[in-house]
């Protein structure tokens, strides 16, 4: 069965430190592989996506993740956070052979102190 | 172009009580769903479907029901409420093919005593 682990729960940065979240799957096949944001009191908001083609992919907000598929992993980054960068980060898995089910992590609470 | 519209906001229940939450969408969608989001759980799929009169059941079903009878809506039915319900609903809607992107709903907070 398909898995998503999201190893930090809690992460508490001061502005301008460098972020990386991490995101390890578990599935034999091809996979789709997503970052959403929920920004408090909001609801989710993809952040970015990767379905094939070049493994380092580029989001919205300044945000970036890395495929590495011998890992298993989609880990996400952002070289310089900010206060409004304070969410909840949620790493997400789709089958990429048709099936419509995704699998979400835990989550992982940034709090960026100003 | 509203996107994925849910009501209510907020709802108290008491256990035993039942109702129905709304979850409407206006981008002409085929596959909706309805997950369930609890501390430290993430969010987890109750229901979804693939289309008008096709729905499926995901990881949390027990306790839920759901019909699709047209494109727009996709209600969530809690049949007896039980304090183990209590918890953020969330409606999420994509197209059945392409970008695969779930675009969800701002929520419903319910809570069951």
């Known amino acids: 069965a398909q898995s998503v682990s999201q190893h930090n729960h809690h992460v508490i940065l001061s502005e301008a430190a460098s972020l990386e979240l991490g995101c390890n799957y578990s599935y034999g096949g091809t996979v789709n592989l997503f970052w959403y944001v929920q920004y408090p009191g909001q609801h989710l908001q993809l952040l970015l996506k990767y379905f094939s083609g070049d493994p380092l992919v580029k989001g919205i907000k300044g945000f970036e993740a890395e495929f590495i598929k011998s890992k298993f992993s989609f880990n996400l980054r952002k070289p310089s956070v900010q206060w409004s960068d304070t969410a909840e980060y949620f790493c997400a898995v789709n089958a990429a052979s048709g099936t419509y089910k995704y699998i979400f992590g835990t989550g992982t609470r940034l709090k960026v102190l100003a | 172009n509203a996107g994925v519209t849910q009501t209510p906001k907020f709802q108290v229940l008491k256990t035993g009580q039942s109702m129905t939450l709304q979850c409407a969408q206006d981008m002409n969608h085929e596959y909706m769903s309805w997950y369930r989001q609890d501390p430290g759980m993430g969010l987890r799929l109750i229901h979804y479907s693939v289309g008008a009169g096709i729905t499926d059941q995901g990881e949390v079903p027990n306790g839920y029901n759901v019909s699709r009878s047209t494109t727009e809506d996709f209600p969530l039915r809690l049949l007896s409420a039980a304090p183990s319900q209590t918890s953020v609903y969330f409606c999420?809607?994509?197209?059945?093919?392409?970008?695969?992107?779930?675009?969800f709903g701002p929520g419903t907070r319910l809570t069951v005593t």
């Open positions: 999420a809607s994509r197209v059945a093919s392409g970008t695969y992107e779930q675009y």
